[in-house]
Structures are given as C-alpha cells and as structure tokens.
C-alpha cells in the first residue's frame, strides 16, 4: 500500500524563491499534519486539516507560510518569499483523525535556503 | 495543555545492553502516550502507543513501555540493544483537550547509538 508521499525530496533554492511542498495523505485518512524537523527546535507542528479543513495554524511562522488542503488528497505548503532560516525538513503526516490514531509519516522534504 | 519532556538528548549503549529512553508527561486528563522511531533520512514510524489498557505496552522491534500514573512516566525499554536499533526516538502525547483529530505533541527526541 501506498504511504503518505511527499514531494521534493530535496530542495535547494535561493532566499527570497517561492517553495511549495506537496503531500498525497493515505487513502482514507481525514486528517492531515505539516511538522518541521530542525536540529534547534526539534518536531514543531505548524498546521493540520481535518476533513480538508484547517483546525489549528497557530504553528505558522509566519505570514511567508500558508498551506492549503483542496481535496482529501493533496496539500500544499508554500513559502513566499523563502529565507534561510526556513532551512529545515518538512513532514506530512495522516491519521485517521482519532486521538488513538497512529500517525503515519511522509519521508520529508528537505529543504535549504541558500 | 499536554506534554512531554525526555530526559537526555543522547543515550549510548553497548550492543547486547538494556535500552532505557526516559520520557514525563504533563496532562490534565488520563493521557494517550506514544513513542516513534525515526530511522536516518526517514518518517518517522509507530513503535507502540498506551491508549489506558494493559499499563506494560508491547511495540515492535522487541520494545516496550510501562505507562506509570504515580511517576507521570512512560520510558522505553529493550532488554539487548541491537545495532539496528540505532535512531532517534521521539516520545509524544494525544491532545485529549477538545476535539484532537489525532494531533499529537512530541518531545525532543533521544539519539540511540549503540556501540559494537
């Protein structure tokens, strides 16, 4: 079975650039998380989606990042205009949205801000 | 709000020894307590979860938790490391407050080495 796949793997772009990451979410899942992993902070959750709805952004940076959920298949989390400090690896995760659920992960895309 | 907090950012073992990764929670109500692994350049991936059931928790690989109410504790042990075990390990809580939709809290990972 498919996991939850994420796209790029890698990216390497100039501060300032426009990044956008994608996730297709398992199958079935109705929720859907966007972490970011950095050596400093650790795993911080930015935003998640339940039935394609945005429940919580509080995790956002800022207002470089925004994230969107158009279908129960595919998100987006862009960053406009990219800086270095964004360098980091982003995670997607799914779950089936219960509080005992597992959380089933993406394998990242890492991301560097020259 | 819930949380966890791990003690020791780095824990290093010889292989064949006891692991013990430490992990305290915070949590206004009966917690659901996890820990994931997290393999280099990967996801991470579910080792085992206390979802208030049987307090010893059995999860892959040959590891397991006991969810201790009276120490706010849920540390992770594996009899004999092995070298494959080597990886970070993240310990994390269900927000029970509201409706979660599975939205988890994870603590600041301990680093496995295990040493021939």
């Known amino acids: 079975d498919a996991g939850v796949i994420q796209s790029p793997r890698h990216e390497v772009t100039e501060m300032g650039q426009e990044v956008t990451l994608r996730c297709k979410p398992i199958?079935?899942?109705?929720?859907l998380f966007w972490y970011r992993q950095t050596m400093m902070r650790g795993l911080e959750l930015l935003i998640y989606f339940n039935n394609n709805v945005p429940i919580d952004d509080s995790g956002m940076p800022e207002d470089r990042f925004s994230a969107k959920m158009p279908n129960a298949s595919f998100s987006t989390l862009k960053i406009q205009p990219s800086e270095p400090r964004d360098s980091a690896v982003y995670f997607c995760?799914?779950?089936?949205?219960?509080?005992?659920?597992?959380?089933?992960f993406g394998e990242g895309s890492r991301l560097t801000v020259l | 709000a819930q949380s966890v907090t791990q003690l020791g950012s780095h824990v290093s073992v010889s292989e064949g020894a006891l692991v013990l990764l430490r992990c305290n929670y915070s949590s206004s109500v009966p917690p659901y307590l996890f820990w994931y692994v997290q393999y280099p350049n990967q996801g991470l991936q579910l080792l085992l979860k206390?979802?208030?059931?049987?307090?010893l928790v059995k999860g892959i690989n040959g590891f397991e938790a006991e969810f201790k109410k009276s120490e706010t504790s849920f540390h992770l042990t594996k009899p004999s490391a092995h070298m494959s075990d080597a990886a970070e390990y993240f310990c994390?809580?269900?927000?029970?407050?509201?409706?979660?939709?599975?939205?988890?809290?994870f603590g600041q990972g301990t680093i496995l080495t295990v040493h021939p």
């Open positions: 206390y979802t208030s059931a049987a307090t």
């Open positions: 994390a809580v269900s927000d029970r407050v509201g409706t979660s939709y599975g939205k988890l809290t």
């Open positions: 995760a799914s779950s089936l949205g219960t509080e005992t659920g597992e959380l089933f």
């Open positions: 199958s079935g899942h109705n929720s």
